[in-house]
Nanobody, 116 residues
Framework: VQLVQSGAELRNPGTSVKVSCKASGYTFTSYYIDWVRQAPGQGLEWMGRIDPEDGATKYVQKFQGRVTFTADTSTSTAFAELTSLRSEDTAVYYC??????????WGQGTQVTVSS
């Protein structure tokens, strides 16, 4: 099983970023993909999840309206798009496979830096 994320991104405030997470080694539609971020000096912050089987999503309220999770079953890839970026969104963004009991596999992380 592997989750391979897209590379580091540098964005200006007010713009958007889309991070990808390509899954392999298992049936992509059998597990939720969760998105978690870690800002510098902070703990892990859960952002929400997507069920790749039907595209159903759940978002943490603080991100509602600014984040969109999608999944492309043809390429076994999940995406997280965050809009209206601000400096506080600077963080490492992770995808993780959710077994309902634990996160058993993680992507390698994608550094997103928001700076003018």
């Amino acid at each position: 099983v592997q989750l391979v994320q897209s590379g580091a991104e540098l964005r200006n405030p007010g713009t958007s970023v889309k991070v990808s997470c390509k899954a392999s080694g298992y049936t992509f539609t059998s597990y939720y993909i969760d998105w978690v971020r870690q800002a510098p000096g902070q703990g892990l912050e859960w952002m929400g999840r997507i069920d790749p089987e039907d595209g159903a999503t759940k978002y943490v309220q603080k991100f509602q309206g600014r984040v969109t999770f999608t999944a492309d079953t043809s390429t076994s890839t999940a995406f997280a798009e965050l809009t209206s970026l601000r400096s506080e969104d600077t963080a490492v963004y992770y995808c993780a496979r959710n077994t309902a009991h634990e996160y058993d596999y993680w992507g390698q992380g994608t550094q997103v830096t928001v700076s003018s």
